[in-house]
């Protein structure tokens, strides 16, 4: 039987659940914890990564480590929220071709 | 002489499922009910199998995680026990108090050793994520680990904390 999962997709952490028993239980990741950091990056290998692992390597990789994207998600590029906060982040951004960021 | 007699067959026994729309919408809804509460007890026996299994594996790894907790914000004060040994002067660095923080520093490690928890060799390796937090990036880049600021310590199979790195050009870089 297929399972419906909820996710908490945060700024900074997400979390994700389902419901056991009918009650919700939050769902530990693969390094067996709770909270995931809402992080991903890709090293100068190719190698993608995921949660406290691209957190760790983001001051060593700042143009390819990509966080606080919640910020940005569903907004087109001219908007000014992301005019503003496009200088606070170190990766780049574009628009694409229907305006998106 | 035993009596037996075969109790009366009355026309209701006789009747089968297939009979059932004969007697109308009643029965029908009632088997209905029926399969709804089948269905929902076939569910839950196997939500609490699931729950049961899971409970068990959870029981054992919260044994170990309670553990996890406790060394983890105990590590803190060796770091600061170390860093203070690091911070001496030079004149004070053979003084009997010295020598004192020293033994007192190799038995927190093999206190913690006990326990599980084992130093990671860090400076001159190639930076890890896995093993590695980097808090400070040489602009010149690279990907070895020049400084360590605080050790990271492994506890069985993972990371009890990952130490605490600069990362720069290697030696060769």
């Keep these: 039987m297929a399972r419906t999962i909820g996710i908490d997709l945060g700024t900074t952490n997400s979390v994700m659940a389902t419901i056991e028993g009918g009650e919700p239980t939050v769902i530990p990741n693969a390094e067996a914890e709770r909270l995931t950091p809402s992080v991903v990056a890709v090293t100068p290998s190719g190698e993608r990564l995921v949660g406290r692992f691209a957190r760790r390597q983001a001051v060593t990789n700042p143009e390819n480590t990509v966080f606080s994207v919640k910020r940005f998600m569903g907004r087109k590029f001219d908007d000014p929220a992301v005019q503003r906060d496009k200088g606070l982040v170190p990766y780049q951004m574009r628009a694409a071709k229907n305006g998106d960021v | 002489m035993t009596d037996t007699q075969n109790p009366p067959v009355s026309p209701d026994t006789e009747r089968s499922d297939a009979d059932a729309t004969d007697s109308g919408p009643e029965l029908e809804a009632v088997l209905a009910e029926r399969d709804r509460y089948l269905d929902q007890l076939q569910r839950t026996a ?33 770091d600061d026990l170390q860093r203070g040994l690091g911070s001496l002067p030079p004149d004070q660095q053979e003084s009997k108090l010295a020598e004192g923080m020293r033994w007192v520093e190799q038995k927190f490690l093999t206190t913690l050793k006990k326990h599980g928890v084992t130093p990671i060799e860090s400076l001159g390796q190639s930076f890890d994520p896995s093993v590695h937090e980097a808090v400070e990036a040489d602009p010149a880049g690279g990907d070895t680990v020049v400084a360590v600021y605080a050790p990271g310590y492994r506890l069985g199979d993972g990371i009890l904390r990952p130490a605490m790195v600069k990362v720069g050009p290697g030696e060769d870089g």
């Design chain 2, 46 to 78: 196997a939500d609490f199998a699931n729950y049961r299994r899971r409970i068990e594996q959870e029981r054992a790894q919260q044994r170990l995680a309670a553990n996890e907790q406790l060394l983890r914000e105990i590590v803190p004060v060796l």
